[in-house]
């Protein structure tokens, strides 16, 4: 399943790659799935174009409100897939390969105890080549708050790799029962609320290799970091984020003025207490 938002110029190469050798080639994957979560541009046409399943976050559950977010657009993707195990990549990849699918289902498909697999890879710095760019860390977020704070509160998941990675696969068994928040804290939550509930043993995470994808600016991911750290207090001890906005400065032509984001801090209940996902 591939989320996306304003993604017409990265998604269709992903798109006719796993259609080609994962779909037609082989068989291995049954659905290729494209959420779309508001898009603004030809997304939606593109993705269609290129092979894949297509449906509009807004006409999934069409009775529940529906919010712009990763993590809605994952969670309303239960209502309409039909796999037992699910594979998410993420639609803004330019340099990946379909390795990412078999590797990611690889110990989902060799071991019934293994719920959540983790994706890890280098990451190519933007303007480098592909073998001179390589990173083996994660971004900005992950290294400076996602892998702190579980190395604080929960420190046996201070191994893993890159806990926000957007490459994962998880059994439907366990996702449908999870708590999901809307924005790009669904990673960070996934992952904790399957060790605290079934411990380190239910996780693996693989090693893919090498990763390019668009980098978003500071103040985005400002926002992305302060999602991340309204997932860890609910979860560490059960407090409600404070205040849903953040403050952020910006200079304009030797004047500042001060922008209140909003920070998406709500979390959907799990799917499959919902009667219309209990139908599907």
Same mark, same amino acid.
């Given at each position: 399943?591939?989320?996306?938002?304003?993604?017409?110029?990265?998604?269709?190469?992903?798109?006719?790659?796993?259609?080609?050798?994962?779909?037609?080639?082989?068989?291995?994957?049954?659905?290729?799935?494209?959420?779309?979560?508001?898009?603004?541009?030809?997304? /939606?046409? @593109?993705?269609?174009? !290129? +092979?894949?399943?297509? =449906?509009?976050?807004?006409? &999934?559950?069409?009775?529940?409100?529906? $919010?712009?977010?990763?993590?809605?657009?994952?969670?309303?993707?239960?209502?309409?897939?039909?796999?037992?195990?699910?594979?998410?990549?993420?639609?803004?990849?330019?340099?990946?390969?379909?390795?990412?699918?078999?590797?990611?289902?690889?110990?989902?498909?060799?071991?019934?105890?293994?719920?959540?697999?983790?994706?890890?890879?280098?990451?190519?710095?933007?303007?480098?080549?592909?073998?001179?760019?390589?990173?083996?860390?994660?971004?900005?977020?992950?290294?400076?708050?996602?892998?702190?704070?579980?190395?604080?509160?929960?420190?046996?998941?201070? /191994?893993? @790799?890159?806990?926000? !990675? +957007?490459?994962?696969? =998880?059994?439907?068994?366990? &996702?449908?029962?999870?708590?999901?928040? $809307?924005?790009?804290?669904?990673?960070?939550?996934?992952?904790?609320?399957?060790?605290?509930?079934?411990?380190?043993?239910?996780?693996?995470?693989?090693?893919?290799?090498?990763?390019?994808?668009?980098?978003?600016?500071?103040?985005?991911?400002?926002?992305?970091?302060?999602?991340?750290?309204?997932?860890?207090?609910?979860?560490?001890?059960?407090?409600?984020?404070?205040?849903?906005?953040?403050?952020?400065?910006?200079?304009?032509?030797?004047?500042?003025?001060?922008?209140?984001?909003?920070?998406?801090?709500?979390?959907?209940?799990?799917?499959?207490?919902?009667?219309?996902?209990?139908?599907?």
């Amino acid at each position: 399943m591939i989320p996306a938002r304003n993604e017409a110029a990265t998604i269709a190469p992903i798109i006719r790659a796993i259609r080609g050798e994962l779909v037609e080639a082989c068989g291995l994957v049954d659905e290729l799935l494209v959420v779309d979560s508001f898009s603004d541009d030809a997304t /939606a046409e @593109v993705a269609r174009d !290129a +092979g894949a399943r297509v =449906v509009h976050v807004r006409d &999934i559950a069409p009775h529940l409100p529906s $919010v712009a977010g990763k993590g809605e657009a994952l969670w309303r993707s239960l209502f309409v897939a039909h796999g037992d195990v699910l594979v998410f990549i993420d639609a803004d990849l330019t340099y990946w390969g379909t390795h990412f699918v078999t590797g990611l289902l690889g110990p989902l498909l060799t071991s019934h105890d293994t719920l959540l697999v983790k994706g890890f890879y280098d990451r190519i710095v933007d303007g480098a080549s592909a073998e001179a760019g390589h990173r083996p860390q994660g971004g900005r977020v992950t290294e400076l708050i996602a892998r702190p704070l579980l190395a604080q509160i929960w420190p046996e998941l201070a /191994a893993v @790799v890159q806990p926000l !990675a +957007g490459e994962w696969a =998880v059994r439907r068994d366990l &996702i449908e029962t999870l708590t999901v928040p $809307v924005g790009y804290g669904i990673e960070f939550a996934v992952l904790v609320d399957t060790y605290r509930r079934f411990g380190l043993d239910a996780i693996s995470q693989v090693d893919l290799g090498a990763r390019q994808h668009q980098h978003q600016s500071v103040h985005d991911l400002g926002v992305m970091a302060a999602e991340i750290l309204a997932v860890a207090r609910r979860r560490s001890d059960g407090v409600e984020p404070a205040a849903a906005t953040l403050a952020q400065y910006r200079r304009n032509d030797g004047s500042g003025s001060w922008d209140e984001r909003a920070v998406p801090v709500a979390e959907r209940p799990p799917a499959v207490g919902v009667a219309e996902y209990r139908r599907h």
